[in-house]
């Protein structure tokens, strides 16, 4: 290293350390780590989770995903040390100097890698100093370790910034145009997005992983399924793809690098590159003086002109200021840039957002206002923040601030015209972001546009940066110094975020901060409008304060004493002004109070704190005293239920028939109500009762008279809900104007304790001294099963309802319709079901299309309707016709249905989930109605859904297991078989592949996030990710293995033997001692492996050769590893002995199928017995062999799946 | 027409830019002449509005400009040192944006008032091309044509001068001669020629206070006698400056020429020669409240 790079590095470095962009992104960043490792109310990149809040995994993944927006910064850095001497002209004095070329640029990018990686050795110290602050959990914080740091520095963050360093200094210095760098900078970034998205599904997770020039997805591929426990200890190995990826792009870095030093002009100027060049730059042309000195130049008299100084003059030179500031800020480069940017990520995330199962979605315009909120708005806190300080600026920046100040005209002109053109800007923004939506949605082929939509959308989206436009100009007003008026504004956005994690949720105090605004296609924004305008327009009022007070402070000439200007203000503060903020004071406070009187006094107002503490006390109080109470339980429910969708209100006139089941009197009913729900008649006498909490909703009445063993009484209630007004938080999406959705266990009477309302997260629940985890009681826990998993207070119950709603709306409950009628502008709807249900109904109305069909005409004559919004038609026919063919398959491989009628019923996505009621499924507006099937290749997941919801009419409605482990098994797993098995038959096998790997793939990361236990299948507590997602793998497993047929026999055995049972409900073993009678004693160790214990095999092909025969047929020869391992729940592996029957398969290449479909011949698939860690097969095959592997389907468990099979490659070569 | 009546000044840092400076300015020329950090940019902006003094008051033409900064920015063309341009913005562009701001509503009138300044300041050739691409000479005479937007009564330039060259410092002046002489004009310099050149009447402003002022003719006549002239070898140099009170030394053909000051014949073959402008400045300078009756009589 000679001499002179020594002194041109060490140059460099000083320059970044006395810079405030250094430190300023150093400190911003740093205070981004900082609060994503204090709180969880900031997240980089994702939350932490329930790991150790410095685990390594964490300091892995903040880091990468820094050092990957760090670039943003960075090539400010290493363009800057290419740029800067020739922008300040000084090149010629340095490359006049006896120095090698080498020498310069060497140490310029030297030193501002060497500044790049200190801003992220910054990012680290947040980390570090974060893990030490007193207010975290010590349980939540591990070791402090050096490794994990100098690991995430040394393999993620300097390589990645070498490669975009070296990128980005030799696009500087060949383009020598900051602008040309920046656009390189997003062109970047949206290729890096793009190829994120495509390549980011299982199915392409190699490439994705070496293609990645950040080796973020090879780090996510590396610890993928990883457990809590590995994420808090470990660090993925240096090898594989991440070493691969390392390697690869260092050397892409390395080589761009050379490239670089090895073109380097020292010339000024930007090189032409032809047309583009021409494009790309600015006109610069020299001005040259023409005509002689002045002395010659007539001495021309300057015409008189009038001059107009009132105040109609001044409202046109706003709109003169107005033009000019606005123009300057379109016109500014990093504008165009965050423009660019932020249409690039819309775009890229906007291709992939909304997949299921690899299955689009109609980019619908709610959808595309989620996707601008998630991926575009963002930037205009960027914006917003940087242009008010731009703007307060630009006149001083610019040495203009003495001639414009000095000029006529009032001081609000050039404060509320750079206040306008920051308005201005925004709109530009959203509009932006609005068109390229709707590009978007025309390029996917979806052509219903909603303009007005869109303008709606985005003018809620963007208020509250209209008024934190204002807020930040007044803080650069103010504070009269852009950097402390940009750090004001940081403040501000951190103090935030810190008040929501303090519970400090009152919108009447956090600066423009809105309900959130969730759109459906079925009730608009609906309720939500009012809310937000009135929040929206008390925050207008303080804006206006804000602007009065900005212009009092304006600051015109060069002083900067605070004594002077409190007295320059005070001169200013008259007539208007004082009108304005007298207007602006009024305002606030009246609209204060009104919002006061709607969310504190029409409404509870309950903190996100004291609604966890309120549940916290729920299970404190009641949990040990009345969880195993024994009550008179509900046997009978008949119900008025009056919905009134415009005024958000239900009344309820219901009675239930409680009956004795026990052995002895009871006496005591509990009764429990939301604290919400008013009651205005109850047949149990106030007098009776001896326990009344009405914050938490808990009554408890004596009986006069106890209830004798098998008596029924009546108990009778009038209740009402009301939603007046509106409310500061978590406004409530049952009541709607158009998609009310509500089930009994919401608004009726609860007679038992109930889990649901118990807090869930396990940190909360550490808050308030609970212990951490609820579990569900043992299998073997007898008394449990005294109830169903689904409600605790009823068993079969019978279920009669008169609903009513407004004229315009049907109203649903669970039943048929046995009679409708108008009273009024009222309509009526009788529903009377004719056999006992579980106690769980829902009630439903909204405006919908119905369209009916039936199944089995002149048969059973089941009526199938689908009730949908009338924008939402795409699926309703695949809809019907998976519920055919699900009942087509239940019906003979399981049992008759027990109802007459099947009906989908579509609900605003306020939710986004379906759910079986007795012949009534709500379907979210967001999960099936609005998938894009029109590519007959992707996963029709709509026909799956709606199979796995009929199902439900058998596996929960017929079928319901007691409230012990394994019940959700016997419902949500049997579902999940049911479907797969409809959809096997209608789509095949090939699909069922594709769809399985999905399942694979979430039950793996699913155990990879478990915080308590994870469970065997027959053991699962309500764990979804292994009753749906193992549950699909295993009984598709155990049907391949004894045959589909089998397991349907076994199934409908089960069905015969304890359908509608009464306490106590059957469990797991029950199914189990079926399957295990039907299983061949060979494969009884698979039903061990696959429902009792958590087995995970490790298979793998490792080398498969052809040789052709003289008989023209192809010998294979194929070796492979294959492995056993059983975990227990905490995720601790041992190795098993390996005796199983596994697929080994030979495939040729891929021919087209009838349907035109690509599909590889299956040339040998048979299953082996395998008992040795490494087999060797010689298989004979009649076509040319191109892959082969074990388990090539991918039916078993196994973390690593696609080294199962591998090419087949002609022996001896 | 313009009074400047005991106005001080102090900064944060305490540094006292203005000490109870008064002063009569009348219509015409007026230069003010002082060293850089003399307070001169000071006085500049507290009579362009741009500051606020501690205490004193400043009068112009009937406006109270403390109390009354709107009607003085009517009648105001101000020219700051070392202002800035839009660098991206064609200088007739910015010559109209400024005019609209100075209230030249209608288009037409602006236009040819636009027109008129170009030519006349021979910016009239360049005026599509960006103000970032001028050299010295032309940002200035563009700086002195956007002061002169609506026939200002007040005309302020602070340093118009410095650094440039001397055809372009002579057509600056020129230009400023040209202006109507009913026009209060302030010319803050530190050249002392500029005020030779151009001012009927003149001030010095040193370390914050005033101390000279007149016309250039009666404060040169003020050092009538006083001034000594002697060429001398660079040895004896530090001698002499130790000796006498050099108020100045230039080099001419490679020898030492001082002028010192003495009231009587400092002897040594010091020969009397006429004073000038500049043996006025040096000596102000070095001689507090000499003139300051002169001034107020003014």
Known sequence: MSRNFREIFRFELRQTFRSPLFWGTGLFFATMTFGAVTSDSVTIGGGIGNVQRNAPFVILQLLSVMSIIGVFVTTAFVAG????????????????????KLDYLGGRFAGSLVASTGVMVLCSLGILVGSFMPWLEAERIGPTLAGPYLFALAVLVIPNLLLTGALFFALASASRSWLVTYVGVVVFFAGFFVSTLMLGDVEHQTLGALLDPFGATAIDLATRYWTVADKNTALPPLSGLLLWNRLIWTGVGLAVLSLSFATFRTTAGAPTYGALGRLLRRRKKV???????????????????????????????????????????????????????????????????????????????????????????????????LYAGELVWRERALKVAEVTDALPGPSWVPLLSKIGALWIVILTFLTVGGLTAIGIQLSQGYTHVEPALYAEGLAIEGVRFLLAAVLAVFFQVLCNQKFVGYLAMILFLISQTVLASLNFDHRLYRFADTPSMTYSDMNGYGHYLQGFAWFNLYWACFALLLLVGAVLFWVRGSESVWRLRVREAKARFRGPWRALAAAGLVGWVAIGAWIFWNTNVLNAYVPTDEQEHRQADYEKQYRKKYKDLIAPRIVDAEANVDIFPDERRVEIAGRYVLKNKSNRPESEIHLQLDPRVKVRRLSLDPKWRTHFDQRLGYSIYELPVPLAPGATMELSFQLMVEERGFVNQNSDTSLVYNGTFFNNTQYFPVLAYDESRQLQDRNDRRKYGLPAAIRMAKLEDVNARRNNYVSGDADWIGFRATVSTSADQIALAPGYLQREWKVGNRRYFRYEMDRPILGFYSFLSARWAVKKDVWHPGKENVAIEIYYDPAHAYNVDRMIDSAKKSLDYFTVAFSPYQHRQVRILEFPRYASFAQSFPNTIPYSESIGFIADLRDPDDIDYVFYVTAHEVAHQWWAHQVIGGAVQGGTMLSESLAQYSALMVMQKEYGKEKMRRFLKYELDQYLQGRGGELIEEMPLMRVENQPYIHYRKGSLVFYALQDAIGEETVDRALSRYIAQVAYQEPPYTYTPDLMKILREVTPPAQQGLLTDLFEEITLYDMRATSATWTKRPDGKYLVKLTVDAKKIRANGRGVESPLALDDSIDVGVFGEKTATKEGKKQETVLYLAKHRLTQPTSMFELVVDGKPIEAGIDPLNKLVDRTSDDNRMKVTAAGT | ???????????????????????????????????NGAGKSTLMRTIATLQEPDSGSVRFDGIDVLNGKQALREVLGYLPQDFGVYPKVSAETMLDHFAVLKGLANGRERRAVVKALLERTNLWAV???????????????????????????????????????????????????????????????????????????????AGGELRVAGEPRQVIAELEGQIWQKT?????????????????????????????????????????????????????LRHAGLGAETALAA
């Open chain 1, 81 to 100: 040390a290419a740029l800067r001497d020739f922008e300040r002209g000084t090149h010629e004095l340095f490359f006049s100097k006896p120095m090698a």
């Open chain 1, 287 to 385: 001005a040259v003086e023409q005509g002689s000195a002045a002395e010659d130049a007539p001495a021309l008299v300057v015409p008189p002109a009038s001059r107009d100084f009132s105040s109609r003059r001044n409202r046109s030179l706003f709109f003169h200021a107005l033009r000019r500031e606005t123009v300057g800020v379109w016109k500014s480069i990093p504008f165009v840039v965050m423009i660019a940017f932020g249409m690039f990520n819309l775009a890229g995330s906007s291709v992939v957002r909304f997949e299921r199962f690899g299955t689009k979605v109609y980019p619908v315009t709610a959808l595309m206002l989620d996707n601008i909120q998630g991926s575009f708005v963002f930037l205009l806190v960027i914006i917003v923040t």
């Open chain 2, 1 to 35: 027409m313009l009074s400047i009546r005991n106005l001080s000044k102090t900064y944060g840092n305490g540094v006292r830019a203005l000490v109870d400076v008064s002063l009569e300015v009348p219509a015409g020329m007026f230069g003010l002449l002082g060293p």
């Open chain 2, 127 to 205: 005026k599509d091309q960006k103000l970032g691409t001028f050299s010295g000479g032309m940002r200035q005479r563009f700086g002195i044509a956007q002061a002169l937007i609506g026939e200002p009564k007040l005309v302020i330039v602070d340093e118009p001068t410095a650094g440039l060259d001397p055809e372009e410092r002579n057509r600056f002046l020129n230009l400023l001669a040209e202006i109507g002489e009913s026009v209060v004009i302030i010319l803050s310099t530190h050249i002392v020629e500029d005020v030779t050149d151009l001012c009927p009447r003149m001030a010095i402003l």
């Open chain 2, 232 to 284: 001398v070898t660079k040895p004896e140099l530090a001698r002499y400056e130790a000796e006498h009170e050099v108020l100045s030394r230039r080099l001419s053909a490679g020898r030492t020429v001082i002028h010192v000051w003495s009231e009587s014949d400092p002897g040594e073959e010091f020969e009397g020669v006429a004073p000038d402008l500049e043996d006025v400045y040096f000596h102000a």
